[in-house]
């Protein structure tokens, strides 16, 4: 196993600086530069699962203000691959996103997607979701994959088990996704990329522990949080991330996977979280749901029919300077395109707007106030404004 | 019926002045004002036909300098009805386009896309192509409903019956059309909108010009063609419209619906047409396929899986702007909503490219080179460059 002294040369874009603390919690404002930009955090990155934030162009995606987008190594590599996306550049130039971009490694999709054959320590065997060719993908090859596409930072293949889960498969998943990391620190090439480890160890506590200080002796350039958002409540995400909070480095960034829904991000935020990511904004927008911060719109509900209200009072994204509900609601119920991408539009600025008034209340050490202006920030917000 | 000497009082905003006529064809170059901006002709109009141009935003489309668009009332009507549309203070508002608008009648679609339980001198009993609803459109009922709408240029109700067809039933139609039209006038209540008359009969020449007369003899405010591009070949068309063209009243805007692929815009435009619109850009966008001056492209061809040209070299649009055809294609493969949408906006600029390049070479007398500029304007071209 590697020890902590081990440091790959880095290239010299890269930097991470606490700013600001919260005084009555965890969280932090942090500033994390990259070779494609710098990151205020806390910072929501949306997905791009195939190398497209779905029905949003890169210039509609930068006008909500996203500093970074997340896309996805399985599908990249099942479709264009990732030889043909390193043919034209990378992926920054292959998908006209010149920001940061973070890629996760392949393992989630992996093992929720795929049609796996075969586990073992060496890697995954399994089939695509999409032609049922076999493919196999492990720590190295996981790190390849990513070294081509080229995002600013990438992720180590881990072995993600679905919740509820026993205890003897959370510590296999763990155990293999410990080694895993140790191969793809010592696989990963490029210079201008950060590699993050993650942590896995399903509900267990102390498996959780064991996880997380085993990857800081290895020594990795960020921590994520892995194995949350698959099903548990809320106040579980909450017990493992208070649990892990004092053993991951604080000079390190901290992301947490796969979250979320408002209340799940300010929960996070104030456990120390600097960064998450979640496809929300666009799959709840394709399907109709706008994010307000008093509560979500269900825009094919009749009471939207005459309404020349925008989505959301205040909003200065696109679709509320320039849409009533009323439009929107027409083009969901005609099947247009267009609804949901001004959906979408309005949902990732929505995020967007959201970790930025978090970022100014750690600033000014008034974190709590975000519960006032975004009543869906708390623990119990439930249903819909328009009670469809 | 009604003589020349009825007219209406009329918003001073329109106008229309030929500006500049072709030395060796009847083609002209005109501008036409309207309440909501000026159109330079010949102009292209693309459908947005329930009140979207489908996958790309508004001001997509102002970018790829669309100056006016098409919406189609027989969809609006059933969703979301004019009425609804009113209490948004019209089309402009609702959908957020505040360019010139023309609306269609209803009656292409009423025939080709409703299914028809009674047509009479009265009007159409028909049923709703969506849902069944039994509904019922007649002269005064469609100007009432364009009325409603508010767009700039609105199209008395006419019946175009389908190609091949025996002559009795062209006799019929274009009968109907003469009598409907003389309502419509009629009928027609805001002096913010012009309305045109449409000269249907099929493809006998006789009947054409006889409508065309009658109709001249109402008086409107310009005239379209209807009832081509509904089947017949390219000269069978600009058979008809060589027949029509010394007694189109050339002080008029003259309208050529339906049309079209680039060398029936460009033998259109020879003939002294001065608007068209069609549903080319956008419905090819959305199946892959690229219009260039060269020839189209059919963008899922594995010819451009590895290649970094934009889809037409020397194109100014955001999509050839900011993408390879590599990229493109890979979105169509992977069935982004992306590769739609940049394809459309690409379509989109292309035809205004062209009808800005026809017009200025109307200017200098030149509009014949445009055959050497946009090869795809000879009659004789067929095919496409990545021969798939």
Redesign the interface.
Known sequence: MASTTRSAPQDKAFSFNILDRDPSSQARRCKLATPHGTIETPAFMPVGT???????????LSATQTQIMLCNTY?LQL??TAD?VS??GGLHS???WDKPILTDSGGYQVFSLGRINKISDKGVAFQSHIDGARLWLDAESATEIQNKLGADIIMCFDQCPPLPCDRETIEVAVERTVRWADRCRNAHRREDQWLFGIVQGGLDIDMRRSCLDRLVEIGFDGYAVGGLSVGESHEEMVTILEALESSLPAEKPRYLMGVGMPRDLYASVRLGIDMFDCVLPTRNGRNAYAFTAKGPLKMRNNTH??S?APLEDGCDC?TCN???R??IR??F??G???G???TSIHNLRFFQRLMSRMRDLIQTGELETILTEFPVCNAGATGTLDDD
Request: aromatic share 12%; charged share 15%; proline share 8%.
């Open positions: 195939i190398g497209t934030m779905k029905g949003v162009t890169p210039e509609q599908h479709r264009p043909v043919h034209f292959f998908i006209g029919m005459l020349e696109y320039n849409f009533t009323g439009y027409h083009l119920m005609a247009e395109m267009l949901p991408t001004l």
